[in-house]
């Protein structure tokens, strides 16, 4: 039923990724596809040396980030979402072709003159703050994140206020003209696109940093820097691309194309409550979310979630619901080729996946290397090694019942990605045969196979551990019980692995290794500048500074990066 194939796609190369109409302007979003666009381009391009694609359908658009490379591919796109701040993103970015700027804000003066316009509006008066009055402090510096909700620095809230009350005064409501509508759609998409980014949030709004202050030296100016609007990018296709705000199924019913990428949800975050404020200032129906405080002096609804997040819902993110949607869904699909985002992270189990996707036609796995976006900070222990795949199903094909070969594919990429990990290499030396630093893979036939592993501690990540590793000359079995070996062998802790570290950094004599050991202790360390790793961090750092004392020449690197992270460490902790 299911065929793997994993060849590169050279025409890849045609594309130009960088284009800002697919790179910029693109709103952080949980499940973005936007750098797995090439990965998905090169699927796209095999599917067009079987048919012409014409008609693009996506019912799932998010961010819009697919929905844009379509519309560069010259596909006609029909983009849908049933979130009211993505139908108006995809609105101006999927639906507007550049050519229409032209046109739009004739009474104005033209876009350039309403953004600059936009720009230079001064706070608005009291009674007509919103957000500053319920989603940002009275002041930024002296702010209380127990009685405050912290989204926005005071002065960006001003800024959105003064700039949404300004669009809402020039379009109220959205039963518009249509030429007013496009402009209305154009001025909103640009400012979500600034409050989606000069959030004080890791990127989803259910809850804030608990300071303005402490972050990374990028975090926090994406944070505190003035929200100035920009004219949206758009693009010239000619193509007659239209977005709709629907339930994915009901969408289905009504669009049929001749492509139909598919990328629904996949874990239990529901996107309207982890994104309730761009609805909240997409629609501008200022409802009240007071500052009421519980019993313990703080904030009873911290992040003033709007109540009607709940129309939408997902069932796609509910283990029970999920499946049966799913194969809905799949039903109601009028198109020869489906390709479906798949991440090893999902709900539904990928054999399911492979089951109601095999039912429709032809199925192959493609699968590509992606660490991906995760809101909230990371945690010391976590792991973000997921994998993500793509199942391309052609409808007039038959399928061609090889499931096993999607298995050994899935296998031999769990493998790939576990050679990416750190270990511990007492326990690489406990488990497997070694040789000086190397690891001997017994093949059972006579035959041995060597992995390189500096250290016993990591691969090398350039791939070079591979050189002369032949892994179809290993049968299923083997994998597996390597697989399974390695991950016994997984570092698991980031103190100890700081440890290992140190001990890697004394004993090599070269300069370059020494290099990059010593910055991958800098990034371990940085994660424990939170608070509730205070201790921990306080300690290792004494150890660094005494070692980069006794010995500067040696730990250079260290020494250098020390202060950056003493800066980091005291503003988190003091927040
Ligand atoms: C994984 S995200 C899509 C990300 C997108 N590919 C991108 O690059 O930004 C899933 C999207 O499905 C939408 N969604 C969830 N359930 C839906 C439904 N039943 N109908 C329509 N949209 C839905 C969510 O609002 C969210 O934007």
Redesign the pocket.
């Known amino acids: 039923m299911a065929g793997t194939d994993n060849s590169l796609f050279p025409q890849s190369e045609l594309m130009d990724f960088n284009l800002p109409y697919l790179s910029s302007q693109l709103i952080a979003?949980?499940?973005?596809?936007?750098r797995l666009l090439k990965f998905l381009y090169g699927i796209f391009k095999k599917i067009e040396l079987k048919q012409r694609i014409q008609r693009f359908i996506e019912?799932?658009?998010?961010?819009?980030?697919?929905s844009r490379l379509a519309k560069v591919m010259g596909y006609e796109t029909v983009s849908?979402?049933?979130?009211f701040y993505?139908f108006v993103i995809n609105l101006c970015h999927i639906g507007l072709e550049n050519y229409e700027r032209e046109n739009l804000f004739s009474d104005k003066g033209g876009i350039d003159n309403v953004i600059n316009y936009l720009n230079s509006l001064r706070r608005p008066a009291e009674d007509k703050r919103y957000i500053a009055r319920y989603f940002a402090p009275e002041d930024t510096e002296g702010s209380d994140y127990r009685t405050e909700r912290l989204f926005y620095t005071k002065e960006n809230a001003l800024k959105i206020d003064a700039v949404r009350n300004c669009i809402e005064d020039w379009y109220p409501g959205f039963n518009l003209g249509k030429k007013e509508f496009k402009e209305k759609v154009v001025l909103l998409a640009s400012l979500l696109y600034q409050c989606a980014t000069h959030t004080n949030t890791s990127g989803v709004f259910k809850a804030y940093h608990r300071g303005f202050g402490g972050f990374g030296n990028d975090a926090l100016k994406r944070i505190m820097s003035p929200i100035r609007l920009e004219i949206p990018l758009l693009y010239e296709s000619r193509r007659k691309n239209r977005v709709y705000r629907?339930?994915?199924?009901a969408?289905l019913m009504r669009v049929s194309g001749d492509l139909c990428y598919i990328?629904?949800?996949?874990n239990q975050h529901q996107?309207?409550s982890n994104y309730h404020l761009l609805n909240t200032i997409a629609l501008w129906d200022r409802q009240e979310f007071p500052l009421t405080l519980g019993d313990d002096g703080r904030l009873s609804n911290k992040a003033g979630i709007r109540r009607d997040w709940k129309k939408?819902k997902?069932?796609?993110c509910y283990r029970d619901t999920a499946v049966n949607e799913f194969v809905k869904l799949i039903d109601s699909i009028d198109a020869r080729f489906i390709v479906l985002?798949y991440s090893t992270e999902g709900i539904v189990p990928f054999e399911t996946i492979l089951d109601i996707m095999g039912n429709n036609g032809s199925v192959k796995v493609l699968s590509s290397d992606y660490t991906k976006y995760r809101g909230g900070k990371q945690s010391i222990r976590r792991e973000n090694h997921n994998i993500e795949l793509a199942v391309l199903t052609d409808r007039e094909e038959k399928s061609q019942g090889d499931r096993q070969a999607v298995r050994r594919m899935l296998l031999e990429k769990e493998f790939l990605m576990l050679l990416k990990r750190s270990f511990y290499p007492s326990l690489i030396k406990n488990t497997f045969i070694t040789e000086g630093d190397s690891i001997v893979l017994d093949k059972g036939n006579g035959e041995c196979s060597r992995l390189k592993m500096p250290f016993l501690y990591m691969f090398n990540t350039d791939n070079s551990s591979l050189r002369g590793f032949n892994m179809a000359s290993l049968n299923d079995l083997l994998i597996i019980e390597i697989v399974d070996k390695l991950k016994k062998c997984l570092c698991t802790d980031r103190s100890e692995e700081i440890d290992i570290l140190i001990g890697i950094v004394s004993e090599s004599s070269s300069k370059e290794e020494r290099l990059y050991y010593e910055k991958r202790i800098l990034r371990l360390l940085k994660k424990f500048t939170f608070k509730k790793y205070k201790n921990q961090f306080n300690i290792k750092l004494k150890r660094l500074k005494i070692l980069a004392e006794e010995d500067p020449e040696k730990w250079k690197t260290i020494k250098n990066g020390i202060p950056d992270l003493e800066r980091i460490a005291m503003l988190r902790f003091a927040s």
Request: proline share 9%; glycine share 14%; charged share 15%.
């Open positions: 979003y949980i499940g973005n596809k936007r019912p799932f658009a998010g961010s819009g980030s697919v849908n979402d049933w979130e993505s629907m339930d994915a199924g969408f990328d629904p949800p996949y996107y309207g939408t997902s069932l796609y985002s």
